[in-house]
């Protein structure tokens, strides 16, 4: 099966539509996709049904923000396949909920600065469950601040040191393996060689509180890739993989379907399913 596990629509932080994510992902030769927006789940059940009307697998997902409190770093976990997935709504409006109070200060930061509007903004997140930089990033480029997202002024504004940048807390990643154990969903951690957490994946692994790994990611290197098999292999975990999906949002060209997952990987993660 050729699928790509990672993908995400303006429900969250993506600049297709979930419609057209679907059906570039088929143009694209895919035979199955994850719809993994970022701390929501609202497109999946219209994904699937679109899915089905072009011959597309479609597994649902959710990328879960969360923060390992040993290290304070950041982590991305992917949730697939949740059977309970109304155990995972409280904390996924959490989140959203505190991004968007985040945004909406943002863009009054942003507003002390430039002559943007909030209106202006709301052109591109209100398809969104939330406000992301990316939106009022686009919103700027409208006005000709900026000829790209990703850019000089997006750091200026919005990168480690940005003068706009408004952070907020991220639920811990031990509360979320524990509500998506309670979804019976399946954990696999996203991209771990961003933040080089091959030791976390390994500690998780051996605590058998993950069931894989996104070995197959852009920002994973050679070196990540060959250690993360590895763990999957030594754990009999899932080797997972996919793009990354933003569309225009992507800090680099980014196609569908150019970062796979192994041709087992969805066959897999049914197993675990069907297991439980």
Same mark, same amino acid.
């Given at each position: 099966m050729i699928a790509d596990l990672h993908c995400h629509s303006r429900m969250s932080d993506g600049s297709l539509g979930m419609d057209e994510v679907v059906f570039f !992902?088929?143009?694209? =030769?895919?035979? !199955?996709? !994850?719809?993994? *927006? &970022?701390?929501?789940?609202a497109g999946v059940t219209r994904a699937?049904?679109? =899915?089905?009307?072009?011959?597309?697998? +479609?597994?649902?997902?959710?990328?879960?923000? #969360?923060?390992? /409190? =040993? %290290?304070?770093?950041? +982590?991305h976990l992917l949730c697939y396949l949740p059977q309970k997935p109304d155990r995972l709504e409280g904390l996924l409006k959490t989140t959203l909920d505190r991004r968007t109070a985040a945004g909406k200060e943002m863009i009054r930061q942003v507003m002390r600065f430039f002559p943007l509007t909030e209106e202006q903004a709301a052109k591109y997140y209100a398809q969104s469950q939330s406000i992301y930089r990316v939106h009022i990033m686009h919103a700027l480029a409208d006005l000709g601040y900026? $000829?790209? +997202?990703y850019g000089r002024l997006y750091e200026e504004l919005f990168g480690k040191n940005g003068s706009c940048r408004v952070r907020f807390e991220y639920p811990s990643l031990d509360t979320a393996l524990d509500l998506v154990r309670d979804a019976q969903g399946s954990a696999v951690i996203a991209h771990?060689?961003?933040? @080089?957490?091959?030791d976390l994946c390994e500690r998780l692994a051996a605590e058998g509180r993950i069931q894989g790994i996104e070995v197959y &990611?852009?920002?994973? %290197? !050679? $070196? *990540?890739?060959?250690?993360?098999?590895?763990? #999957?292999k030594n754990y009999g975990l899932v080797p997972t993989g996919g793009t990354d999906f933003h @569309? =225009?949002? %992507?800090?680099?060209?980014?196609?569908? @379907? /150019? #970062?796979?997952?192994?041709?087992?990987a969805v066959s897999r993660l049914f197993q675990y399913k069907h297991g439980r």
């Open positions: !992902a088929k143009r694209a =030769g895919l035979s !199955a996709i !994850a719809l993994t *927006d &970022h701390d929501t789940l699937q049904v679109l =899915g089905k009307r072009y011959g597309l697998e +479609v597994v649902p997902g959710v990328e879960i923000s #969360c923060t390992d /409190t =040993g %290290s304070g770093k950041p +982590v900026a $000829d790209r +997202v771990p060689g961003e933040q @080089g957490q091959a &990611h852009p920002r994973n %290197s !050679a $070196d *990540d890739r060959e250690r993360l098999l590895a763990i #999957c @569309g =225009g949002y %992507s800090p680099s060209p980014n196609p569908l @379907g /150019t #970062c796979l997952a192994p041709a087992e």
